[in-house]
């Protein structure tokens, strides 16, 4: 839009999500893509923000399949329960 | 009033016709069915499996009482998981055992001109497998607990339980904007909480 103007760090921050979701047009993506391109500080802050993303779904994420599988039996016998009564 | 959909791997309007006319084993058979997967959501968001349980268990509850007024345009399923986050979320509220911190303090600092205030440091590469794993999703267990509950909660629906900006929007009664400012910020600041441990020289 100005032309040899980037935006700044804070706008390219703000817009992180979107960026990442697609939800830019293409001309704000080009001037993403050209503050990345000479800010390693805002390049290591998009990675470490993928990576965020990515390590919260790891941890939550249960590594087996025992969610999808049966609940404790317990839990089963009691909501069963407590219908009935 | 059928809203079951082709793709249901479980004949969704039969089981709700047969709940409708109060068929003892078609209870049975929703809560064999359902448990496994709200009790994965709820453990997402409690902060303990005892928690966890007693929310699947009022969710259930609440499903019951709630089920003549249940209008059947989404899956039994859908509607559970919906029941299961508000039961989680009343939990919550009723509890605040700790006053919420400000999520402000986690989030980036500029300069006047908008360029950061701490430059970004490279994260390391995440390790794969082995015991670093299981210690590093602890880590980041407890680090997403310190969230403040509206941040954590969308950040559990949206990037783990892949729950889209809108179905979030509608579960939460909260505007699609919202969901995505919150979204981010809860993103930010996680990673802010990680920083410490994958940024830079620090081990």
């Known amino acids: 839009m100005i032309q040899n103007d980037y935006i700044t760090c804070r706008e390219l921050i703000g817009f992180l999500a979107d960026y990442l979701e697609g939800r830019l047009t293409e001309e704000q993506r080009h001037e993403f893509d050209r ?29 087996d399949s025992s969610a999808q599988g049966r609940a404790p039996e317990g839990l089963l016998q009691a909501i069963k329960s407590a219908r009935r009564n | ?64 009482k709630n089920l003549p007024g249940f209008d059947g345009r989404s899956k039994l399923t859908t509607w559970l998981h919906q029941i299961t986050v508000n039961a989680c979320l009343m939990k919550l509220r009723s509890r605040r055992r700790r006053p919420e911190t400000s999520i402000d303090s986690l989030l980036p600092e ?26 590093m999703c602890e880590l980041v267990r407890s680090r997403i607990s310190e969230l403040p509950e509206q941040y954590r909660v969308v950040l559990v629906l949206r990037d783990v339980e892949g ?28 990673k802010a909480l990680l920083d410490p441990y994958f940024a830079g020289d620090t081990p």
Not at chain 2, 113 to 127: S, V
Not at chain 2, 176 to 190: F, G, I, P, S, W
Request: hydrophobic share 40%.
């Open chain 2, 110 to 135: 500029y300069l006047p001109d908008g360029h950061q205030k701490k430059p970004q440091k490279r994260w390391h590469e995440i390790a794969e497998g082995g015991i670093e794993k299981a210690e």
């Open chain 2, 1 to 64: 009033m059928n809203g079951a959909t082709a793709t249901a791997d479980y004949d969704d309007a039969g089981l709700l016709a047969r709940l409708r006319s109060n068929d003892e084993a078609a209870f049975d058979e929703l809560v064999d069915l359902a448990t496994p997967r709200l009790l994965s959501l709820a453990r997402k968001m409690m902060p303990s499996e005892a928690d966890a349980e007693d929310a699947v268990q009022d969710a259930f509850l609440n499903a019951f």
């Open chain 2, 163 to 190: 729950l889209d900006t809108e179905e979030t929007a509608a579960v939460l009664e909260v505007t699609l904007d919202t969901v995505r400012t919150r979204l981010h910020r809860a993103r930010q600041a996680l």
């Open chain 1, 35 to 63: 503050h990345l391109s000479v800010c390693p500080s805002c390049v290591n802050y998009l990675d470490a923000y993928r990576k965020t993303v990515a390590l919260g779904r790891l941890a939550l994420t249960p590594s």
